[in-house]
């Protein structure tokens, strides 16, 4: 039997369904405020939590439950960041950024989310350096700048979310694009190029070549590896030919490595698999012809969109 609907169930599910809507634009706001998949999803979760804590009467009220989410969500994020701090001194090893596969490198499986709404738009915003470049800018500034400069809210709209005047998110958000630019002082080198770079590098890599991987690495590069203390992960290392030695003897130690070319965060990056299981993505920064900065997320955890495992 089919239970008649009134305009007032019509209106409710068409209210549902506008709220359920925002849940991509949540996840990817959060994402790049945190840095993490994980944590963009909690803090999504809780802000819908808190919407439906309310009363109907009290939803219905809000004029843009879209503007209500995002700040409710950014307001989350803007205390985690304040407490991340102290986190990130109790994690073993480096902190990288939860690295992302291109969607159509996604994997859905008993530890990944498959719903496509939680995926993330990958953009300019979510390369690695410039999440690890949002790393180093105070929560405010941070929240002030993704809103703005990235989601395009006004700084009135930011105002809320941050709990400072739009005038001070003006300041915040002109700090933050300081940084940016403090950071990004190497041309840019364009897709194919750096693509053409990873693929040399590969190559140079299971050849063992280290006269090859040198060549291709800035004489002042520097390396990063997350193991997240729940498996081995390199020391920081820096300059070419440390890192190129490293790389080899890692090779050496497990002959059977498959390092795969795939997309890492909108960028071209390499994923090495052993026993077709992903072990570790590696993300790049580029200064000219050269690599200038490599990450290496070897944090299981931090791998789950990459593998079923």
């Known amino acids: ?125 979510v390369n690695m350096a410039f999440l690890v470049v949002l790393e180093s800018m105070t929560p405010a500034e941070r929240v002030a700048f993704i809103l703005h400069d990235v989601f395009r809210y006004s700084f009135a709209e930011v105002a809320e979310s941050v709990g400072r005047t739009p005038a001070a998110c003006r300041q915040l958000a002109s700090s933050a694009r300081r940084r940016i630019r403090t950071a990004q002082q190497a041309p840019a080198t364009g897709t194919a190029q750096r693509a053409g770079i990873v693929r040399s590098f590969k190559q140079a890599w299971e050849a063992k070549d280290i006269g090859a991987l040198i060549g291709l690495l800035d004489p002042d590069a520097t390396g990063l590896a997350d193991g997240g203390g729940l498996v081995n992960a390199a020391p920081p290392t820096g300059g070419s030919e440390q890192i190129a030695r490293y790389l080899v003897t890692i090779t050496g130690r497990a002959p059977d490595l498959s390092i795969l070319e795939r997309t890492v965060n909108g960028e071209p990056g390499l994923v090495v698999q052993q026993d077709g299981v992903t072990v570790s993505v590696l993300a790049f920064d580029f200064a000219g012809e050269r690599i200038k900065h490599l990450w290496a997320v070897r944090n299981p955890e931090k791998l789950r969109p990459w593998t079923t495992a």
């Open 1 to 125: 039997m089919r239970t008649q609907t009134g305009p007032d169930d019509d209106q409710l599910e068409a209210g549902l369904s506008t709220v359920l809507s925002e849940r991509r634009q949540l996840i990817n706001l959060a994402y790049r405020f945190l840095g993490s998949l994980a944590d963009a999803e909690d803090v999504v979760q809780e802000a819908y939590a808190r919407w439906y804590a309310m009363s109907r009467s009290q939803r219905e009220a809000i004029a843009s439950p879209g503007g209500w989410l995002t700040t409710v969500a950014s307001r989350i994020c803007l205390d985690l960041l304040g407490s991340a701090r102290a986190r990130r001194e109790r994690y073993v090893g480096e902190w990288i950024p939860e690295p992302l596969p291109d969607h159509s490198e996604w994997i859905s499986g008993p530890s990944t989310t498959a719903d496509p709404a939680d995926r993330i738009t990958l953009d300019e915003s």
